[in-house]
């Protein structure tokens, strides 16, 4: 099956310093990337949207200057959170899809998450 | 506003108990639905998808689901469950949200399995 992979599982960084996360789909290739949040015991909230290529759509209320996300390729999307602060502590997922603008009936395939802590 | 419900936050169960976990949805037209499972160190793995057809929605790992838009739910159900079943289920509804398509999910339930 489809397989999306993460790098790294977890982070451990300093306040004020930049992290990048990666997000690959192994076997196929991802032209939708989806990039979500999740807190302890809660569910996920979507962030953002990346088509190949262009720019991605963030969710209202996330900060596109502080969560820069890049698809630059079929098989890569990068999440970056800038200036990261303890309150961007969190579960970090992405997901690919391997139809772009397709239908909804399309199944996501889920990266295994990056844990970021920052200090 | 689209919406998805999991009205049980945590469930237990025996091992080898039936299992019903609920869903309700709010959506405006015919909804794609969706049933994933989230267990620790792994991603989240579709377990089974809705979108037309049959109402009973076969899975895997025994799981299935049914359709009743009558009631605006998509309960996922299996006859007996194991103690490798314990994680998190997500449901999920697909929404259209101008050019973009995207999932909106359910606060989850826990299930925990007694030996």
């Known amino acids: 099956g489809a397989v999306v992979s993460q790098h790294p599982s977890w982070v451990i960084c300093k306040s004020g310093t930049s992290v990048k996360i990666e997000c690959r789909s192994l076997?196929?290739?991802?032209?939708?990337m989806f990039w979500y949040r999740q807190f302890p015991k809660q569910s996920l909230m979507l962030m953002a949207t990346?088509?190949?290529?262009?720019?991605?759509?963030?969710e209202q209320g996330v900060e596109k200057d502080k969560f820069l996300i890049n698809h630059a390729s079929l098989t890569l999307s990068t999440l970056t959170v800038t200036s990261a602060h303890p309150e961007d502590s969190s579960f970090y997922i992405c997901?690919?899809?391997?139809?772009?603008?397709?239908?909804?009936?399309?199944?996501?395939?889920f990266g295994p998450g990056t844990r970021l802590t920052v200090l | 506003a689209q919406s998805v419900t999991q009205p049980d936050i945590h469930i237990t169960v025996s091992e080898g108990a039936s299992l019903e976990l609920r869903c309700n949805y709010s959506?405006?037209?015919?909804?794609?639905l969706f049933w994933y499972v989230q267990s620790p160190g792994q991603g989240l793995q579709l377990l089974l998808k809705?979108?037309?057809?049959d109402t009973l929605v076969q899975g895997i790992k025994g799981f299935e689901a049914e359709f009743k838009r009558s009631q605006s739910s998509f309960n996922l159900r299996k006859p007996s469950v194991h103690w490798s079943d314990a994680a998190e289920y997500f449901c999920?509804?697909?929404?259209?949200?101008?050019?973009?398509?995207?999932?909106?999910w359910g606060l989850g339930t826990s299930l925990a399995v007694n030996p």
């Open positions: 959506y405006g037209a015919t909804p794609y």
């Open positions: 999920a509804v697909g929404a259209e949200a101008g050019n973009n398509r995207k999932l909106i």
């Open positions: 997901s690919a899809r391997d139809r772009a603008g397709a239908y909804l009936a399309d199944t996501q395939y």
């Open positions: 809705y979108f037309s057809g």
């Open positions: 076997d196929f290739q991802a032209t939708t």
């Open positions: 990346s088509n190949e290529g262009s720019k991605a759509t963030y």
